[in-house]
């Protein structure tokens, strides 16, 4: 018989519907006496529970609820939701924080670091908080406008209201007074922290700079090695093709069978003599390797502007002209002294003398390894470098056993600079251009095109293949005979009446570009000349004094005059595009894609930053400047100065020859 005590036990079964959920408090409770009731039934001494009515209708209940897809989706969640996120998701975000800040671990509390700073942590973040959201900023507004109000309200009249007020504004502003000094304290600590940071970048710097600086003496090993390897393969190759041509000139054992006549006696037999070596068949010297690097350094792009590298001794007298091939790589000087010579910029040595020049070398170009030197005896002369008897390294020159003791002097690079063993440039002249009638001022030479002009007042064209005159260009005539239009507008050309600088050469500067050739004068003329045929095409007129150096690019010329201005043309209007000027006279100018530095009779090297559009000083006596090394010997003039890829080399008049990063 059925208890009746129990036949409302699932009253609450009704308010468990379809949207109410499993883990909601009611469904806990509803589901749990549904499930101790069916439990206790079933748990009870009955003798037959399937023939129980009460029992049957649990059951049924069970089984419907159990089948409700909310009930079910429920279940699913809950069995794959871990017991930690359960929890999270009945509590507030509100009081998980609360919970999470309440407590503490003791391993934490027993290991707090000690700090050097004044204040705790709490302290900063209460004195910086009022920052982080627009309510303390606003509340700063309000405390102002107050303030404001209270000093323009009426004077206190001493009453207790009125002292409390004054006395709780100026705990206040008290307050609000220590947290400033906080705040303070906190931010002058930030600024030491970051200078520690900046000193231990700085550290860090250091040490790269060093490692790569080692990474690229490696690199100069190793491409030395490379060099050598290379040679060997060479001479090994060509060995074997004089034996293979030996082997089919040696006739065999049956070929002199049947022929003994060869064999007569005589004065000196024919097989004897075809075995005299000939001029044809005498081994070659072993070809001189390429002495031009294959790797361009890039230490320099990371030094600070205006850090020297080196300075050499390179003349004992004022340096005439000078040029490099690349960064680190080959620099030829000429001085008054009437010597030209080979530097390996990467060790800072002398590798050999150029020998042929009976007078002082005005003007040089270095393309490629290869040189080209015009003389005040008149003539050119040009030169292959990569046929000097120099090792790198400093181990060999010539012959090994001859050399040995110069070449173990000559390798330290610690020693004082010595002269190269005699002989280690005899294999690098090529040929000589003799034409001009006077001293080689200025000359540029692109590809087989080399142009010359000279003080006889003559530009010439020369082919480097087969080493001639091919045009002759009078200067004089061309100006005298020619109209070309002038950049200012102002008519026809017309003859200058300024005289001609006596001290200046009439052929200051020249560049050659295919059949375009750009040419400045002494009279303060630049010239654009069509080569192919001979014609001036224009002339732009602006400097005041002879033109000293020149170049262009694509679109833009730049010149530099003894008048102390450096005018910057458009080549395509034929109109200046800039200008600016030195308390000097420019005798020495080049730009590469981002600078323009020239030489303006001073102990530095004049800047222009074409990107920042800044004027800054390089040079030794920028250095002495900032060092405040005023009492010691000043620095020479510089005379002449190159610059590629930021890597700039300065001549002066005392024969010191500097690099520096630009």
């Given at each position: 018989m059925a208890d009746p005590r129990h036949d409302d036990d699932f009253a609450d079964l009704a308010s468990f519907d379809d949207e109410s959920s499993v883990i909601s408090t009611r469904g806990l409770e509803a589901f749990g006496r549904k499930v101790t009731s069916t439990a206790s039934h079933l748990i009870a001494a009955r003798s037959d529970p399937s023939a129980n009515p009460h029992y049957q209708r649990a059951m049924s209940e069970v089984q419907r609820q159990l089948q409700k897809p909310a009930l079910q989706r429920s279940m699913l969640s809950m069995a794959r939701t871990t017991p930690t996120d359960l929890v999270r998701s009945r509590l507030s975000t509100r009081e998980i924080q609360s919970r999470a800040l309440s407590y503490v671990p003791d391993e934490l509390l027993h290991n707090i670091p000690d700090g050097d700073n004044s204040y705790s942590l709490f302290q900063g973040f209460q004195a910086s908080f009022p920052d982080f959201t627009d309510e303390g900023k606003k509340h700063r507004r309000r405390v102002s406008r107050g303030r404001k109000l209270l000093d323009d309200g009426p004077t206190p009249d001493g009453s207790h209201e009125s002292v409390h007020r004054l006395k709780k504004e100026k705990a206040s502003m008290m307050h609000q007074l220590d947290m400033l000094g906080v705040r303070k304290n906190m931010a002058s600590s930030e600024i030491r922290e970051i200078d520690a940071k900046l000193e231990n970048l700085a550290g860090m710097r250091s040490i790269i700079l060093d490692r790569l600086a080692n990474l690229e003496k490696d690199e100069a090993l190793l491409e030395h090695d490379i060099v050598e390897v290379e040679g060997r393969l060479?001479?090994?190759?060509?060995?074997?093709?004089?034996?293979?041509?030996?082997?089919?000139?040696?006739?065999?054992?049956?070929?002199?069978?049947?022929?003994?006549?060869?064999?007569?006696?005589?004065?000196?037999s024919q097989s004897v003599y075809e075995k005299l070596p000939s001029a044809g068949n005498t081994p070659s010297r072993r070809k001189p390797r390429s002495i031009r690097r294959k790797s361009m350094p890039i230490l320099h792009e990371h030094f600070e502007p205006g850090t020297m590298i080196?300075?050499?001794?390179?003349?004992?007298?004022?340096?005439?002209?000078?040029?490099?091939?690349?960064?680190?790589?080959?620099?030829?000087?000429?001085?008054?002294?009437?010597?030209?010579?080979?530097?390996?910029?990467?060790?800072?040595?002398?590798?050999?003398?150029?020998?042929?020049?009976?007078?002082?070398?005005?003007?040089?170009?270095?393309?490629?390894?290869?040189?080209?030197?015009?003389?005040?005896?008149?003539?050119?002369?040009?030169?292959?470098?990569?046929?000097?008897?120099y090792d790198p390294q400093g181990s060999q020159f010539g012959n090994k056993e001859e050399d040995d003791e110069d070449a173990i002097a000559f390798g330290n690079p610690d020693d004082q600079p010595v002269d190269p063993p005699v002989g280690s440039m005899a294999d690098c002249p090529l040929f000589t251009l003799q034409a001009h009638l006077d001293e080689i001022t200025a000359l540029h030479f692109r590809g087989d095109v080399l142009v010359s002009g000279s003080a006889d007042k003559t530009l010439r064209q020369w082919d480097l293949e087969k080493g001639r005159c091919v045009q002759t260009l009078d200067v004089m005539w061309a100006a005298a005979a020619s109209s070309p239009s002038v950049s200012n507008d102002s008519g026809p050309w017309r003859q200058t009446n300024r005289p001609a600088d006596a001290s200046a050469?009439?052929?200051?500067a020249l560049q050659v570009f295919e059949s375009a050739l750009a040419c400045g004068t002494a009279d303060g003329m630049v010239r654009l000349w069509d080569l192919r045929s001979g014609q001036v095409h224009r002339s732009l007129v602006g400097h005041t004094g002879p033109v000293t150096c020149l170049q262009f690019d694509?679109?833009?010329?730049?010149?530099?005059?003894?008048?102390?201005?450096?005018?910057?043309?458009?080549?395509?209007?034929?109109?200046?595009?800039?200008?600016?000027?030195?308390?000097?006279?420019?005798?020495?100018?080049?730009?590469?894609?981002?600078?323009?530095?020239c030489a303006a009779g001073e102990d530095v090297v004049k800047v222009y930053d074409k990107v920042e559009g800044r004027h800054w000083d390089c040079g030794p006596g920028a250095v002495e400047a900032e060092t405040g090394e005023g009492n010691k010997t000043p620095a020479a003039i510089i005379e002449r100065v190159r610059i590629r890829d930021g890597y700039m080399v300065e001549g002066r008049r005392d024969g010191v020859v500097g690099v520096w990063t630009c």
């Open positions: 060479e001479e090994a190759q060509e060995l074997a093709a004089e034996a293979e041509s030996e082997a089919a000139r040696t006739p065999t054992k049956s070929e002199d069978d049947a022929s003994p006549e060869r064999d007569a006696p005589g004065f000196m080196r300075s050499m001794r390179a003349h004992h007298d004022n340096i005439t002209a000078l040029d490099f091939d690349a960064p680190f790589g080959l620099m030829v000087s000429a001085a008054m002294d009437d010597s030209v010579r080979v530097w390996d910029l990467n060790a800072g040595r002398c590798i050999g003398v150029l020998e042929g020049h009976t007078a002082s070398v005005r003007t040089l170009q270095v393309e490629d390894n290869f040189l080209a030197t015009g003389s005040m005896d008149a003539t050119i002369r040009l030169w292959d470098l990569s046929k000097a008897h050469d009439f052929v200051g694509d679109v833009h010329l730049v010149t530099g005059s003894l008048d102390r201005s450096i005018r910057i043309w458009d080549l395509r209007t034929g109109s200046i595009y800039d200008a600016y000027a030195y308390d000097n006279p420019i005798t020495s100018m080049m730009f590469d894609t981002r600078r323009i530095v």
